[in-house]
Structure formats: C-alpha cells, structure tokens
C-alpha cells in the first residue's frame, strides 16, 4: 500500500496534464513576456478531454486573450473525490506562487482559505458565503476571496413545488442531500415551510461521502416515496448520471437542481446553467490578473435559471405533465 506522500505525488502527477517543462523554454523563446499561473483546485477527478464546465472557463480566458503555451499556465491539482488531500494540494499552488487559484467546490475553496491570506482565491459553489465564513458581504467580500455562488434558498422550495405540480398526488417526497451545515440553515428551513404549505412530507437522507449514495438509493426505493428531490452539492452532483439511472430503474420521479440531470434521465432540473458560471468566472480571474483585489469584487449569483423536463422519462413513468408546467419549460426532452 502507497504511503500518504507517495499517493498525494501520484495523484498530482496523474492530473499535471504534463503541464511542466514546457514553460520554462516558451518563457525564454518569448523574452520577458508574463506567464500568469492560475491553480485548478477540485475534489472530483479530472476527465480529458475537458468536461462542459471546465471548457466554458477555458473558452472565456481564450476570449479574453489568455492562451495556455502563451501567456497562461494552468495547474491542476485534483484530491479525485478525497477531499482530505485538498489542504495539502491547496499548500503546493501556493507554494508555486501560482497568481491565482480557482477553487471548484465548498471542500476546496476552504482548503484554499485555509492555505493562504494573501493569494487571490476565486470560487464557484453552492452554499452562503457570507454564512460559511467566507466573504464579510456580497458586495463587499473582504479578504482574499470572491466568486458565484449558486445558492438561491428559494430554489428547493421552488422545485418542490414543481414537482408537486407535476405530481399532484404527491404526499412523501424523499431529499438526498449533504448532512445540515450552519451554510444550509436558510434553505432548509424554506424547504420545510414550503412542504409544510403543499401539505407534503418530506423524508431526508443524508450522503456524507460518496460511497454512502447508492445505499441510500436503495434505502429510498425501499421506502417507495411518491418522488425525489436532490440537492445539488458537489458529491451528489458528481453521482448525478447514477442517481438519475437509478431514479428511472425504480420509477422514482426526481428532480435536481444541476442543469443537465433531465438530459442524463432525471424527470426534470430546474437551475442557472452551469457552464455559463464557469465561462463568467474567467472575467474574475481576468480582472485579477489585471491588478484588482478580490475583496472588492462583488459575489455574483445567477440571473437565469431554466427549466428542463424530460418526456421521454416521464410517458417511462407513466406521468402526464400537465400544460401548465410544459409551457413554463426552457428545455423538453423528447
């Protein structure tokens, strides 16, 4: 069995992308021109080619003129979905004096605050950060952080209501979600009330790592709940392809917050487009990389969301969607 070191070296080697050793001969064929090095901080493993998200944000720096063998050095440092090791990673881009470093999920961006002070930190995830402790405000974040946050506590609630629409019968709604943090307080405490309101019960299961998501799958389909609701957080969204598989095998109507899951099966999703936050927040390191401070770079949420139900799982289902709802949808899978 590989020691600690030796694995965390394996795993930086496995997800370097070979970046090293070529810059160093582009900077002296190119004279004094700057490299801007930005580090890639993310639990999940990384896929080449690149995923829709990551190759949103590589599109909008290309856009902005940053082209990696130019002027631009990525370097991606993955824990692949052992979050234990992004403190350590987080230390090594800083100690790469890395000019920036994108954190991709909740795990991450505290790994990377927890490193440094003083290296600009750019994020994307879907908590509060004023309430996680990492921003003073949204228009003013303070300190060394700024980013898109995807939460809105109106969602849940929102998609529970569609999915109350959709299946008005509905009576006991199973949630699959990450365990209650002082970050989701808001947002629970709305799903409840608006579940109070539809007169639904609510079940919760909660995934504290990712082994724990297909036994409780199997935990929900056995207790056959009327539909299913899952939060959209990093673990869940990176098992979204099993659980919408898994919510069709079991007739199990299900809705996410994560833009692709109808496509991947999931009977509906109802969120901002993801790969639209991703190209967004290369104009956040743009501006950094130019001189401003990420303490006076206001936090953006998103301004659209879409509606996509997927038809083809809901005549597998045997649900009839009604009119009211197709007409409200951005997206209707066929």
Known sequence: MLARGNRVKRRQAIVAFGLFGAFPALARAQGPRRIYRVGYLIDQPLVDPPSRERGAFLRGLRELGYLEGTNLEIVYRSSESDPTFLPELA???????????????????????QAT??????????????????????ARPGGNLTGITL???????????LLREILPRARRIAVLSAPASAATTRERQQT?????????????????????VIPL??????????????????????????????????RLPSIMGFADYAQLGGLAAYA????????????YVDRILK?????????????????????????ALGIAVPRSVLLRADQVIE
């Open 217 to 250: 799958l199997e935990k929900i389909a056995a207790s056959k709940p009327d539909a299913l609701l899952v939060v959209p957080t990093a673990r869940l969204i990176a098992a979204r392809s099993v659980i919408a598989e898994f919510a069709l095998k079991h």
């Open 291 to 315: 001189g401003a401070k990420a303490a006076d770079l206001p936090i953006e949420q998103p301004t659209r969301l879409a509606l996509s139900l997927n038809l083809k799982t809901a005549r």
């Open 91 to 113: 230390a090594e881009l800083v100690g790469m004096r890395v000019d920036v470093i994108l954190a991709l999920t909740l795990n991450s961006a505290r790994a990377a605050m």
């Open 151 to 161: 939460l809105m506590p109106e969602l849940e609630p929102k998609r529970l209501e």
């Open 272 to 283: 901002a487009s993801t790969s639209e936050q991703f190209h967004r927040l290369a104009s």
């Open 117 to 138: 002070g003083t290296v600009p930190i750019v994020f994307i995830f879907g908590v509060d950060p004023v309430q996680s402790g990492f921003a003073r405000s949204l």
């Open 192 to 212: 409840r009330s608006a579940a109070a309101q539809l007169g639904v019960a609510l079940e919760v299961h909660e995934a504290r790592e990712s082994g724990e």
